[in-house]
C-alpha cells in the first residue's frame, strides 16, 4: 500500500506546482497566445480554479482561487493518504 500513497502524493504535488506555475504565469506577459505549455498550464489547471472562482461571492482585483485551490488540495491529499493507509 505504500507504493500507492506515494503515486498518489507526487500526483498531487505534481498539480500543487502546475497550479503556482500558473499563478507565476499571470505575473509575467505571455509573448504567444500558442504558446503549447503555458496552454497546457490552462487546460490542465481551469477545470479545478473555474468552480472556486464561481463560489467566491465578491469579486477582487486579485484571484484568490489558486490559494484556495492549493490548501483543498493539501487536505484532499491528506485525507486520501489516509484512507489509503
Same mark, same amino acid.
Not at 472562482?53 to 489516509?82: H, M, N, T, W, Y
Given at each position: 500500500?505504500?507504493? /500507492?500513497? %506515494?503515486?498518489?502524493?507526487?500526483?498531487?504535488? +505534481?498539480? #500543487?506546482?502546475?497550479?503556482?506555475?500558473?499563478? $507565476? !504565469?499571470?505575473? /509575467?506577459? %505571455?509573448?504567444?497566445?500558442?504558446?503549447?505549455? +503555458?496552454? #497546457?498550464?490552462?487546460?490542465?489547471?481551469?477545470? $479545478? !480554479?473555474?468552480? /472556486?472562482?464561481?463560489?467566491?461571492?465578491?469579486?477582487?482585483?486579485?484571484? #484568490?482561487?489558486?490559494?484556495?485551490?492549493?490548501?483543498? !488540495?493539501?487536505?484532499?491529499?491528506?485525507?486520501?493518504?489516509?484512507?489509503?493507509?
Amino acid at each position: 500500500m505504500p507504493d /500507492i500513497a %506515494i503515486i498518489i502524493s507526487t500526483a498531487f504535488r +505534481v498539480l #500543487f506546482f502546475i497550479i503556482l506555475a500558473r499563478v $507565476i !504565469l499571470s505575473w /509575467i506577459p %505571455i509573448g504567444s497566445p500558442n504558446n503549447v505549455i +503555458v496552454n #497546457f498550464i490552462y487546460e490542465i489547471t481551469e477545470p $479545478i !480554479l473555474a468552480p /472556486i472562482r464561481k463560489l467566491i461571492p465578491f469579486q477582487l482585483p486579485l484571484d #484568490f482561487s489558486p490559494i484556495i485551490a492549493l490548501i483543498l !488540495l493539501r487536505v484532499l491529499e491528506g485525507f486520501i493518504i489516509g484512507l489509503v493507509r
